[in-house]
């Protein structure tokens, strides 16, 4: 038997059963010790491996049924977006079967959607993300999922019609309106849906400007009243080399008349100022429509998608 400081390599970097760590020489007793920690029920660690968003959903395969299967938005942080809560752990079986266990969430329905040995397929997760998730989150989401290729909206709309009866087709119906393949961020798709939701016209997304034979791609668009947006993540200030290109390419800009903003992900914490001062810049540039509204349209973004036929159409589209 090994002691509790010598860990067999096996069990060193993933999670594991106490049958896994039998095969390896260690006892439930050692399990109990100092060296390893407890995930689930039957589930453990080694005390020094740092657990991964791959290594949690490992560890709820082992010790959920053979048939539960991953959904959700935890499906679509498996595929690489890091949006939304990694906890609970989002998982389904087609059968009523009941766990409390802290960490997991396991849905039940009377069928399962189209799946692997693991996981749902991305538009099934999508679907059953729409019924619990707000119109915000839905967006950036499922804007992510488009452009990764990932789902599609013809697929999206074909699944949530056909099963009709499962929890979030009708959201998901709702959504696909305002779902932007093009959006590159969620900052763009938070950016896009706000101005959207607000009453202002739908901008054109990663738009492709020559300018003195050189192309640049711009965030968001209104070009019909000389307006661009750009969304500065973090590594427009932390890459000095993306901070030069930037002062490059607004020097392009100005060079035609366009007038551009930049927002921050801290400026987006105040998402009514930005909206407003986007407004203005669009009347600047002669837009004659409305100003923005902050009203019940807007606050909608925030809530739960309606279970409602059609959404409002969306301007510009």
């Not at 968003?53 to 709820?60: Q, R």
């Not at 707000?134 to 019609?161: F, K, M, N, Q």
């Not at 973004?301 to 409002?312: D, E, V």
Request: aromatic share 8%; charged share 20%; proline share 7%.
């Amino acid at each position: 038997m090994p002691s509790r400081h010598v860990v067999p390599a096996p069990l060193a970097h993933r999670p594991f059963t106490p049958e896994e760590a039998a095969a390896h020489g260690v006892t439930r007793h050692v399990l109990r010790g100092a060296s390893y920690r407890r995930l689930f029920p039957r589930v453990w660690v080694h005390v020094d491996h740092v657990m991964t968003t791959g290594d949690w959903i490992l560890a709820a395969h082992l010790t959920l049924p053979r048939d539960a299967r991953l959904t959700g938005i935890t499906r679509v942080q498996q595929l690489g977006l890091d949006h939304g809560s990694q906890f609970p752990l989002h998982f389904v079986v087609a059968r009523d079967h009941h766990i409390a266990t802290d960490g997991i969430m396991l849905h039940r329905t009377d069928r399962m959607p189209f799946a692997d040995d693991l996981s749902v397929v991305p538009t099934a997760a999508f679907i059953a993300y729409c019924s619990e998730a707000t119109v915000l989150d839905a967006i950036i989401v499922g804007d992510w999922l488009l452009r990764e290729d990932h789902i599609t909206l013809p697929g999206l709309l074909e699944l949530a019609r056909h099963d009709h009866w499962r929890h979030g087709s009708a959201q998901a119906v709702w959504i696909a309106p305002y779902l932007d393949a093009r959006s590159a961020s969620p900052g763009e798709s938070e950016l896009r849906a706000s101005a959207v939701f607000a009453g202002l016209p739908a901008p054109e997304l990663n738009v492709p400007l020559t300018i003195r034979g050189r192309t640049v791609i711009v965030d968001l668009a209104w070009l019909l009243w000389k307006v661009i947006v750009e969304y500065e993540g973090a590594h427009h200030q932390a890459d000095r080399r993306q901070y030069l290109h930037d002062i490059d390419r607004y020097g392009l800009l100005r060079v035609i008349g366009l007038d551009y903003l930049q927002v921050t992900k801290e400026q987006m914490r105040n998402i009514i100022a930005v909206i407003t001062k986007l407004h203005a810049a669009l009347v600047a540039g002669g837009y004659p429509g409305p100003a923005p509204q902050f009203g019940r349209h807007f606050r909608r973004l925030y809530g739960r998608i309606p279970a409602a036929p059609t959404p409002r159409a969306v301007h510009g589209r």
